[in-house]
């Protein structure tokens, strides 16, 4: 049960944009281009560096949601979404995305701690600067959007299959479908 009365029984991150619409807005704009709009990372890549941070914050919301959103848009499926949660060292990923997510795991743990040995880490394994730019705000915004759910309570879901349903319209509509336009919140 969420610390405060929402007022709707949406899942996760969409009854608190229910309840206040007016950051709804902004928050999904900043997940849609972050998570689906231009960048030299594929859309499933973002998706599991969102699961991973979420993972990395025990959000079990964020992860089942970012987790399915990855699978249902990387070639592979589940399968480097369970290894990268379980050790992304031994994931079956390319040594630029091992990188990239060790930055991520920094920036979980404090932006400052991310070095210049992080950073050329990853361009030794060919990350450009966009892709470093990204996967630090990525991961930030994930600390921030998983901290909001859990922080309220908001209802997490326990079957898979919820998570499937809400999958198939973020890779299909995009992050703003929950606000009435063309385009679901972060969940």
């Not at 973002?46 to 959103?69: G, K, M, P, T």
């Not at 991520?104 to 060919?126: F, I, L, M, P």
């Not at 990204?134 to 759910?149: E, G, Q, S, T």
């Amino acid at each position: 049960m969420a610390h405060i009365p929402l007022g709707n029984d949406l899942p996760g991150i969409t009854s608190l944009f229910r309840y206040r619409p007016e950051t709804a807005r902004p928050l999904s704009e900043l997940a849609e281009v972050l998570l689906r709009g231009e960048s030299p990372l594929s859309r499933g890549e973002r998706e599991l560096i969102a699961a991973y941070v979420s993972a990395q914050n025990d959000c079990r919301y964020c992860y089942s949601s970012h987790a399915a959103f990855a699978a249902a848009q990387l070639p592979e499926g589940t399968e480097p979404v369970e290894q990268v949660c379980a050790d992304p060292s031994s994931a079956s990923i390319s040594a630029k995305m091992k990188a990239l997510l060790e930055i991520a795991a920094v920036v979980r743990e404090s932006g400052k701690s991310v070095s210049d040995k992080h950073v050329a880490a990853a361009r030794a394994e060919g990350a450009t600067d966009v892709e470093i730019h990204d996967v630090v705000l990525i991961a930030a915004a994930f600390c921030m959007f998983n901290r909001y759910v859990d922080g309220l309570a908001a209802f997490t879901p326990d079957d898979p299959a919820a998570y499937e349903l809400m999958a198939e319209r973020v890779v299909r509509f995009g992050y703003l479908s929950s606000l009435g336009g063309p385009a679901a919140g972060p969940a």
